[in-house]
């Protein structure tokens, strides 16, 4: 039985009631209980399996019973048992979406009892009348069983006239019994029958005045819901059934009365609402809180008929165009590709149709609305401002400005719930202790840079726990110790906190067992169990449901960040430098340095090619060498303080040459001369924002830090106003991809199927395929060329791309099959269905190239590709003009070069490196292939301009997040001879990724 939510083993009990045994696989004993079971024919119930099964159970599921003089027998290990028929086996999983193998699933009889929003509808209804009205509830059980009852004793009575007359010999009326059985199983019928009316009638009215509470149950239905759902996001995110019932009753008894019905359901499902946002924002990583937030609001407006949800399911997956043939041109030369075909698939849209044509109509309304720094509290252009609800409008800003979405997103929750459920409240350690008790394990989710220790300890001293508080970190050998130390906790009332669970998975049953146990048992009520653990989908979900679950994570912003780091430092450790005048300006410019290499996080790959986990103890540690250093010599040594903080330190950290290039830039700019002699030394380019205050006592650096700005402006990092844009966008993305992972998968819209839509687009993707390309007749073609290194660079092209475009072919045609029945749906199926539906490229499709277009564009890409390839395979002539971007393995072809190069000038590919020459022509004017070299282009700039009149690097104008490089000279060049003057060596990456992949680098 598939058991997520513990209604099965209820059921269990309550059905076999006092016979059942009870066992689990950890314990020792369970198969001896099995035996005695299967010898005295009591049923037994295994609980919390996974997906694999002892193989001692295997003789019980196969029934090898084999029958030996009169007597049944099975083969339990190496005993043979006796075998009564009465056996019963019930076998429970808490996991919510098991994938048992077919050997387990044809020999058992699966049973899925996960709960469903309709039967927990009827739960929580009978919950909430049998709080307000009892009286009406009581009244229905009593009916239900009376009816059962009635029901019953018909059968009985037509089972025994049966018997009888199955029984009876010569003339029926002869048979003085049976005549009396037939008249007194009349009036008895007729009795019940009119009873069974009554009751019914009566079960009609009771059932009429328990509707009234319906939008109460149905609310709180939609709500557990929600909350289930975010076991797909992180899987630590586990709620049980039971405490959420507890949750609805304590809103139940804590909201407001009123004498109306309808006012106190609204009451009530608004204290409810709220009361479950507080609850289970406590667990949620920062990052979630929106998303709950939103999803709650979606799924509450979805029920009530206030959302369309075609496009809702815009809102998500945004436009698909395939076929740029059909499209109309875009009239906007500032509007990028991807928005335009946002526009014109938004125009499919029943309330939208026109909205591509008003860009030619009003397209510098549409350029101040796109340019303005708040567009969603903009007015729209022309019609489309009044036209427009709340949705809709963000329909267009989805389509426009990705960036926005969240702020859209954050103002839709506060003007259809409230602006309390954009507001989480924090984490409040002692209420924490007072809502739990001593059957309740704590846990803490534990996220990078953050350890709960120190709190913990704090906390306990202000309880009076600390000479009863036990911690221990889990590892290797810690098991038995963790055992002794709960077992001692449960007797004596301490407090035991073990610390970092991920890393003794495999002790996690036995640790369920114990949590277990303290459900039964009477520990002591001072005891309290607190674990942490990083998220990991091997977590026993028994104990995550039975728990208080919260996330820990630093603190957002520079503000916040210096301010935790100066609570590290105690006024003793600020005041013990010999050289305090020195040392507090360092201090504080050390302080910036570690929360500008956090906070640089938040710009993804502008930020850092890999995030590092920078953490207090390396800011402890170089605190302490500043203190050391400062001490021990007269003059600074800067040369050593920066190598042993940056180079060492935090260094230590940083594999990629470019960050540590970074690293060394911030530590020259915060460690130098100037900073202890210039007054006010700006610390960024906002020159009145971040600098060295003026020395004073250690209050005096806090208040000025609390005087820092909330939210940090990208100048105080170096970065431009379109870093911000950027991560903003792939925050957008990921709210619109794991939205989507919360998605039915079975659903249709206005009509049409989601496998009908699938079937649709994987169609238009075959249409759009571009055929293969002739390998042996481009050998042919080529003739001598084919052995040149460019000749081998095209052939490998040739080979690869059409292994892509079978694969795809291929992949698409199983998939056609799949969803008409005539082949089995694999796993990869199933992922390409799910990717199709969300119009993203699927996963072994991607393995050729790396990309991040969605299918649309990425489909329309491929063609662009293969057609370079195509032209110069059909005519083995060289393009003029290299795309670049076109090539699997770029290197590859920048090699082909060089040894071309190298070979006509007859000189050693090893001295040659490359000069590259930016080029002010238009392409058109490019008549011809350069002498010596190639012609480049597909390479873009993040991060930065280009002025094509000057031939330099210029800062990105507003909103330009990726500028198009013209075509660049690749010229081979010696070494020796390369210049080097006024030339920025720019790092060049295959894609956005820098950090790349173990398959594949970036």
Known sequence: MIDPQCQAIKWIKNMEKGKLKTIDLQQYDFLRTLENSIQFGTPVLLQNVQETLDPSLAPILDKAVIKQGGRLLIKLGDKEVDYNPEFKFYITTRLSNPHYTPEIATKTTIVNFAVKEVGLEAQLLAIVVRRERPDLEEQKDNLVLNISAGKRKLVELEDEILRLLNAAEGSLLDDEVLVETLQTSKHTSQEISEQLEISEETE????????GYRPCAQRASILFFVLNDMGRIDPMYQFSLDAYNNLFNSSIDKSTHHAKLEDRILALNDYHTYALFTFTCRALFERHKLLFSFQTCVKIMEVAGKLDMEEYFYFLKGGVVLDRETQMDNPCRWLDDASWDNITELDRLTNFHGIANSFEQYARDWHLWYTSDEPEEAMLPGEWGNSCNE????????????????????SFIINNLGSKFVEPPVL?????????????????????????????????????????????????????LATKLIKEGVKEGNWVYLANCHLSLSWMPHLDKLVEQLQSEEPHPDFRLWLSSNPTKDFPISILQAGLKMTTEPPKGLKANMKRLYGLVSERTFSRCKKPEKYKKLLFTLCFFHSVLIERRKFLQLGWNIPYDFNDSDFEVSENLLNMYLDEYDETPWDALKYLIAGVNYGGHVT????????????????????????????????????????GPYQHYKDYISLLPNVDHPAAFGQHPNADIT????????????????????????????????????????????????????????????????????????????????????????????IKGLVVMSEDLEEIFRCINEAK???????????????????????QRVDQFFKWAHTGTMPLIFYLSYFTFPTGFLTAVLQTSARANSISVDTLSWEYTVQILDDVNITGQPKDGVYIKGMYLEGAGWDRKNCCLIEANAMQLVCEMPTIHFKPAELKKKAGRGIYACPCYYYPDRAGTAERAS
């Open 727 to 818: 991560s903003q966008i792939r925050e957008t993305h990921m709210l619109f991809e794991t939205l989507l992972s919360l998605q039915p998968q079975v659903s249709s819209v206005k009509g049409e199927s989601t496998e009908d839509k699938v079937l649709g687009l994987a169609q238009d993707v075959r249409e759009h395929l571009p055929d293969l390309i002739d390998y042996h007749n481009t050998v042919s073609v080529l003739a001598e060329d084919r052995h040149t290194p460019m000749g081998v660079v095209l052939l490998q092209e040739i080979l690869r791309y059409n292994h892509l475009i079978n694969l795809i072919a291929n992949s698409l045609s199983d998939l056609e099959k799949g």
């Open 391 to 410: 949705l809709q409008k963000m329909l267009i800003v989805r389509s426009l400005r990705k960036d926005r979405v969240a702020f859209c997103s954050t």
């Open 204 to 211: 009609e009215k009771i059932d009429l005045a328990r509707e």
């Open 841 to 863: 490229v699927p996963a072994m499709w991607s393995k050729t190239y790396p990309s991040h277009k969605p299918l649309g564009s990425w489909t329309r890409d491929l063609v």
């Open 656 to 695: 990629d040459d470019m960050d540590r290039r970074l690293l060394h830039t911030y530590i020259n700019d915060f460690f130098n001369e100037n900073v202890l002699n210039t007054a006010f030394y700006k610390l960024s380019s906002l020159n009145d924002t971040y600098y060295v205050p003026k020395d």
């Open 428 to 480: 409040d350690m002692p209420a924490v202790v007072e809502d739990s008790n001593c059957r309740t394990p704590l846990i803490f989710v534990l996220s990078t840079g953050v350890d709960p220790t120190s709190g913990l300890v704090q906390l306990a001293d202000e309880v009076g726990m600390k000479n009863r508080f036990s911690a221990l970190s889990l590892g290797q050998g810690q098991a038995p």
